[in-house]
């Protein structure tokens, strides 16, 4: 099953790439706890950047990625 999503900007890949160097095999979760935080303190701008960089990390971090890259 091929997943669409949307990437904002390159500092979304950006914040993706730190995240996996930083947090690993861990790094999905860091994204989304850091989308629950904003979601919490009612900032859903940053909690919609911070989903969509958590779905970017785990595409990123796949092992069978099956889409074009642009």
């Known amino acids: 099953m091929q997943q669409h999503f949307y990437i ?3 500092e979304a890949v950006a914040d993706a790439h730190e995240l996996l160097t930083h947090y690993g095999e861990n790094a999905r979760s860091e ?3 850091r989308a629950s935080r904003s979601r ?3 900032n859903i701008v940053h909690f919609c950047r911070w989903r969509q960089i958590a779905r970017l990390v785990e595409w990123m971090d796949s092992e069978d990625i099956d ?3 642009h």
């Open 40 to 42: 919490d303190v009612g």
């Open 67 to 69: 889409a074009t890259l």
């Open 8 to 10: 904002a900007d390159s």
């Open 31 to 33: 994204a989304a706890a």
